[in-house]
């Protein structure tokens, strides 16, 4: 199993700032994961962040507004930019094997943006 | 691509009454099925998963679930629900290489 940490575990930010939240894995994995769990709703996939390579986003996400780091195997970084309060969510990381199909998730990060 | 359709978005039922939470999968190879739970203001909880052979998995809290692949669904059981039960349910696909895909989710409700 994987153990995962975020920071911060929770923010509040004014509209139109950006909040950059850091993911840590106790462990070397292959694929890192990013998502957004809304008010009230599921969890919805923002991108997938293989090291050594760009980040693929899902539909309705951009680079632009959700650029995301992932500069080795067990640390990656997704920024939320230019917020408004659309953005308000509790944001997830999540890592994985390739072959395996086995999945684990950080504890989030809950973003208020007023 | 991989989708998950979640049939109903609220189930009410009374406690010690039999549930079932409807899951339909879409997807051209083949996947990983997987329910999890979130109670209020919690993360998310894994109640079971199906990889392969036996089509009735059993989970956590005596939930189980069937796989029917012709039908292409995974619905979650419960033969007698408690209270405690009450929360949100997620049914999950995941193919080999790829992120997990989750549905709408359906509220469980438990009433006395």
């Known amino acids: 199993s994987a153990v995962i940490s975020q920071k911060p575990s929770r923010d509040i930010c004014q509209r139109g700032t950006s909040l950059t939240i850091q993911c840590q894995v106790d462990?070397?994995?292959?694929?890192m994961f990013w998502y957004r769990q809304q008010p009230g709703q599921s969890l919805t996939l923002i991108a997938t962040?293989?090291?050594?390579?760009?980040?693929?986003?899902e539909s309705g996400f951009v680079i632009d507004k959700f650029p995301i780091s992932r500069p080795n195997l067990t640390f990656s970084t997704l920024t939320v930019s230019n917020m408004s309060p659309e953005d308000s969510s509790i944001y997830l990381c999540?890592?994985?094997?390739?072959?395996?199909?086995?999945?684990?998730f950080g504890p989030g990060t809950r973003l208020t943006v007023t | 691509a991989q989708s998950v359709t979640q049939l109903d978005s609220q189930v009410p039922v009374f406690e010690e009454a039999p549930v079932e939470l409807r899951c339909n999968y879409s997807s051209s190879v083949s996947v990983y099925l997987f329910w999890y739970v979130q109670y209020p203001n919690q993360g998310l909880q894994l109640l079971l998963k199906y990889l392969s052979g036996s089509t009735l998995v059993k989970g956590i809290n005596g939930f189980e679930a069937e796989f029917n692949k012709s039908q292409t669904s995974f619905h979650l059981r419960k033969p007698s629900v408690h209270i405690s039960d009450t929360a949100e349910y997620f049914c999950a696909v995941r193919a080999a290489g790829t992120a997990l895909i989750f549905g709408k989710g359906t509220t469980l409700s438990v009433s006395s």
């Open positions: 999540s890592v994985g094997g390739q072959l395996s199909y086995e999945q684990y």
């Open positions: 462990s070397q994995v292959t694929m």
């Open positions: 962040a293989n090291q050594g390579s760009e980040a693929t986003y």
